[in-house]
């Protein structure tokens, strides 16, 4: 957002960013170097264990893991194997998911589903919950790469074993939908879905976050549309 639209929402001086900058492992470490040089705080993460199709060996997603970390990033984001949702190797998927969870140690982890990839919204269900008692820190829809990624049918599923999980445990995991989120008005909806289902406590980064890569530019499009009233010449150019 830029200066002007944010003053004139008196945003200007509220710390307002995004919650992670998210990079392959490969990346961590520029990241790092350039957030630190331009005094940002905005924590790395990183999408490491095989990302996207989490297909490699264990060792090797294990140690991509550690390698992103010793590299400075502060969260991770973790891809499941879709084989063992698929196969209903639930035991496998959780026992893969707890040394993710071991190798991240206090570091934050998301564990990204891959929904558009598992067949069926049961599927979908039962390795939400598989994914948040291996020690899921946030459950996430897609990598963005699937055909299909974040839809409403399996953000309340989603959602859904969240809330069933916090009444069984009393463990509080966050939903990220990400993938094909593009229009401010898509991510007012999963917003209400949070409120909705989860109450106001899930709204805030803590619990939620949104795949926000092709989301940025239409939220400051209507930024600047709200102040100005009318639509920045660039339509479809992201402004920051």
């Not at 496998?92 to 919204?121: N, P, V």
């Not at 979908?124 to 699937?146: C, Q, R």
């Not at 309340?156 to 445990?169: E, F, I, N, P, S």
Request: hydrophobic share 40%; with cysteine.
């Amino acid at each position: 957002m830029v200066g002007g639209e944010a003053k004139a929402l008196k945003m200007h001086d509220k710390g307002i960013t995004t919650a992670a900058v998210c990079v392959y492992p490969a990346r961590v470490a520029d990241a790092v170097k350039a957030l630190k040089s331009a005094s940002c705080q905005i924590p790395v993460a990183s999408v490491a264990a095989g990302f996207p199709a989490g297909q490699t060996p264990l060792k090797t997603r294990l140690e991509e893991i550690q390698l992103a970390i010793e590299d400075g990033a502060k969260e991770i984001d973790i891809v499941i194997n879709r084989t063992l949702v698929l196969t209903g190797q639930w035991e496998d998927l959780y026992e893969e998911i707890r040394q993710f969870r071991k190798a991240c140690g206090d570091i934050h982890m998301k564990t990204i589903l891959g929904t558009g990839e598992l067949g069926s919204l049961t599927n979908i269900y039962k390795a939400s919950l598989v994914a948040m008692m291996a020690g899921s820190d946030f459950i996430k829809t897609s990598t963005g790469k699937e055909a299909v990624n974040a839809t409403f049918p399996v953000g309340l599923v989603m959602v859904r074993a969240v809330r069933d999980y916090y009444w069984k445990t009393g463990y509080k995991v966050g939903f990220k939908p990400a993938g094909g989120i593009r229009k401010a008005k898509e991510a007012l909806i999963w917003l209400s879905l949070m409120k909705e289902e989860l109450g106001e406590e899930w709204l805030k980064p803590e619990l939620f976050r949104l795949g926000a890569s092709t989301l940025l530019g239409d939220i400051e499009k209507q930024i600047y549309y709200h102040v100005t009233g009318r639509y920045p010449a660039s339509y479809d150019l992201p402004m920051a």
